[in-house]
């Protein structure tokens, strides 16, 4: 057994990555600590890839149990229950910054776990989930176009703080979760009580700082430890079905793709898509697997081509623009309380009940 650790410090505080003493099976697994908060990731992908799916088949599980805080379950049967909604977010948080950098096309299962060892209620086992399942990716042979630091940002009497303690951020008036690489950053998670412009881009900017310290301590880390990576070759089109479909779609999708009604919108676009894999399917039996793939992808570039160069989305608003709002209350008779709340096409209905003297605890 050959464990290898690497520390980096971040906000003064240390930030230790270990790999090699555990989960020797996965395909990369490491150990991350800050201060007594200690999280184990791993990363494990199948052999072959999945047939018959058009979508990247990630899954990252944020995995924490009672005992890493020295603790006991509290049910009579004394088991872990259903996951916490803020192991679910941990997910999240873990999945965002990793899908985008894979390849595009990339069919294999991959799993990444995150594991709460340890937590010391200080230090974010959040954070170190990503951070961790970040380096597990790295010096995996997965192929990848990583690596990803991350960090949490609060506001505490006054001052910007990187990776503030978590028995202090109930009094923080900005909590950010900031991931990214060392070249940009790819996913903000924000709240915050009213801070000014200027506050966000200062935490905008610490955070990218720190996030570079721990991507150059990750790379440092593959150097040493870091498998070959899987070939993988990214799928491609012959250029004739590519014109072929790009022509046939040149004067008739926008005039489906951009209108003010999204019902309209949507049936719109289905019935060209049947059209256009009936008429080209015959016409061209030799790319008729194709061509719905192709369609699929002119629809994704056209409208961020339309987004980027004239600054319009596909139902007529501009960037800025908010779809109409409107909110009704007592819209329930015998309910103590209810609201609908519409923004364009979309509504919410919230109802509230006031318990009795015995409903309370």
Known sequence: MSITTKNVEVAGRRLSIETGRVAEQANGAVIVRQGDSVVLSTVVMSKEPR??????????????KLYAAGKIPGAFMR???????????????????????FPDGFRLDIQVVSTVLSVDQENDPTILSINGASTAIVISDVPWAGPVGAVRMGLLDGKVVVNPPMSRMAESELDLVIAGTADAILMVEAGAKGVSEQIVLEALEMAHDAIRQICAAQLELREQVGKE????????????????????????????????DKAARESGVDELRRVTMLDLGTRFPEHIDIIGKLFDKKVKDRVRERIVEEGVRPDGRGLKDVRQISVEVGVLPRTHGSGLF????????????????????
């Open 229 to 260: 990576k899987r070939d993988f070759i990214p799928t491609s089109y012959p250029e004739q079905a590519i014109e072929v479909v790009n022509e046939y779609l040149a004067m008739r999708l926008d005039a489906v793709l951009f209108s003010p």
């Open 342 to 361: 519409t923004r364009g096409q979309t509504q919410a209905l919230t109802i509230a009940t006031l318990g009795s003297m015995s409903d309370q605890q």
């Open 79 to 101: 088991r872990e229950g259903r996951p916490s909604e803020a192991a679910i977010i941990a997910s999240r948080l873990t999945d965002r910054p990793l899908r985008p950098l």
């Open 51 to 64: 047939e018959g799916i058009d979508w990247f088949p990630l899954t990252c599980d944020y995995e924490e």
